[in-house]
T-cell receptor
């Protein structure tokens, strides 16, 4: 009965490769997010998306793109991976005006060699 | 979003109340104060939020000063499992899909 799930949990890949991280939420929320947590543990919003708009943090390279096949999924695609992309990526979801905050997934640790 | 200031770390003895302060002197009248925590190697977890009044739920209590420039998160009987990084975040009332702006938080260490 996991609320927000991510796959894979660990991802090790070579520079230059293209990879995807999947996220699913079964809470019926209308908004989903991707966050990046770097080696210094800073958590930063990358994208937020509902069925009306995509909000992109201007610091995110355009090699990163979110794709939402339906309301319950927001996948993260990364092209031409670089060493600096190594981090833990968290997916989250929320329901507007619910006041219950965002629910986070367990994270995906990406290591680029 | 309001910028918040928290001490980088705190210790608390197991079984005691842990009081975590947060200064948010630039918070506006249309921003909630939200608290999250991140236990090692896990995703952040929502704890509690408030606007003006003090709030309590099954996890914690939140005390907000009358001028709303600061708040205190209280874990009434801290356990070892409460060791985590705690984040105080200003969140607009209007909702929307802006996401959260995390600061550095407070690393709370519960001592046995």
């Amino acid at each position: 009965d996991t609320a927000v799930s991510q796959t894979p949990k660990y991802l090790v890949t070579q520079m230059g490769n293209d990879k995807s991280i999947k996220c699913e939420q079964n809470l019926g929320h209308d908004t989903m997010y991707w966050y990046k947590q770097d080696s210094k543990k800073f958590l930063k919003i990358m994208f937020s998306y509902n069925n009306k708009e995509l909000i992109i943090n201007e610091t995110v390279p355009n090699r990163f793109s979110p794709k939402s096949p339906d309301k319950a999924h927001l996948n993260l695609h990364i092209n031409s991976l670089e060493l600096g992309d190594s981090a833990v990526y968290f997916c989250a979801s929320s329901q507007a005006a619910s006041g219950r905050g965002e629910f986070f997934g367990p994270g995906t640790r990406l290591t680029v060699l | 979003d309001a910028k918040t200031t928290q001490p980088p770390s705190m210790d608390c003895a197991e079984g005691r109340a842990a009081n975590l302060p947060c200064n948010h002197s630039t918070i506006s009248g249309n921003e909630y104060v939200y608290w999250y925590r991140q236990i090692h190697s896990q995703g952040p977890q929502y704890i509690i939020h408030g606007l003006k009044n003090n709030e309590t739920n099954e996890m914690a209590s939140l005390i907000i000063t009358e001028d709303r420039k600061s708040s205190t998160l209280i874990l009434p009987h801290a356990t070892l499992r409460d060791t985590a990084v705690y984040y105080c975040i200003g969140v607009p009332l209007r909702g929307g899909a802006d996401g959260l702006t995390f600061g550095k938080g407070t690393h709370l260490i519960i001592q046995p």
